[in-house]
């Protein structure tokens, strides 16, 4: 499988990398309940949250290798 990057969606990224999961958890997204997280991308996610959405996806992709 490819790479995770900030402009793919929320839901996108938990469904075919579940093991993200943790992750979301770990900056307080609940990220498979909310109904932003459908139309949501990562980038937008994590900056309403006042996350790096870089520093983010440098950790989920750690997480899927």
């Known amino acids: 499988m490819g790479k995770i990057t900030k402009e ?3 839901i996108e990224i938990v469904q ?5 999961i943790e992750i979301f958890q770990k900056y307080g997204l609940g990220c498979i309940g909310c109904a932003a997280a459908r139309f949501e991308n990562l980038e937008a ?6 996350i ?4 983010m996806v440098e950790e989920l992709n750690a997480a899927i290798v």
Request: glycine share 16%; no cysteine.
């Open 8 to 10: 793919m969606g929320l």
């Open 16 to 20: 075919n990398y579940p093991e993200t």
């Open 45 to 50: 996610g994590a900056k309403v949250h006042g």
């Open 52 to 55: 790096d959405p870089d520093k």
